[in-house]
């Protein structure tokens, strides 16, 4: 998965490249020309800086908190869900995610049109995630899901958080 050129590396391909120079005792040596082809794209650096703070996540928080649910622990930024689906599937691929959490790999997919599924074994983070698909088409909340928590505090005798 390729990334755009920097403004600085686009700016040397334009000018036809570095010029030589000679580096680290003479350990590396940049020839006269270097990084002057233009290609597609740049490889991803193997540290991504994307910042944790996300208003996807933040609004999935204020929606289960409206709800009265608890937030999921332990979200990742909707910049990273987007990478990672981008880098490890191609258009048209079926996305799993075997723990869903706040859904934002699902969200990330409805962004991509790609197809998903996602599984979580805590129905209050399912059902909190579940809100931030109402604005895409197609979305249809089965009253059943939202009448579970009802079920359970009978059941269970315990109130959900």
Request: proline share 6%.
């Amino acid at each position: 998965m390729l990334e755009p050129h920097t403004e600085r590396h686009q700016a040397l391909i334009d000018a036809g490249g570095a010029s030589p120079g000679e580096f680290s005792d003479g350990a590396y040596r940049r020839r006269e020309g270097s990084f002057s082809r233009q290609t597609e794209g740049r490889i991803p650096r193997n540290l991504l800086r994307i910042p944790h703070n996300c208003t996807s996540q933040s609004a999935y928080k204020a929606m289960a908190r409206d709800l009265q649910l608890p937030e999921h622990g332990a979200p990742y930024p909707l910049a990273l869900a987007l990478f990672l689906i981008r880098f490890l599937s191609r258009e048209g691929d079926l996305v799993v995610d075997q723990f869903g959490g706040s859904l934002t790999t699902g969200v990330g997919c409805e962004e991509l049109g790609r197809p998903w599924v996602s599984t979580e074994c805590m129905w209050e983070y399912a059902r909190g995630g579940a809100e931030r698909f109402r604005q895409y088409k197609g979305f249809a909340l089965n009253p059943d899901f939202t009448n579970i928590a009802n079920m359970l505090r009978k059941e269970c005798h315990y109130e959900l958080w």
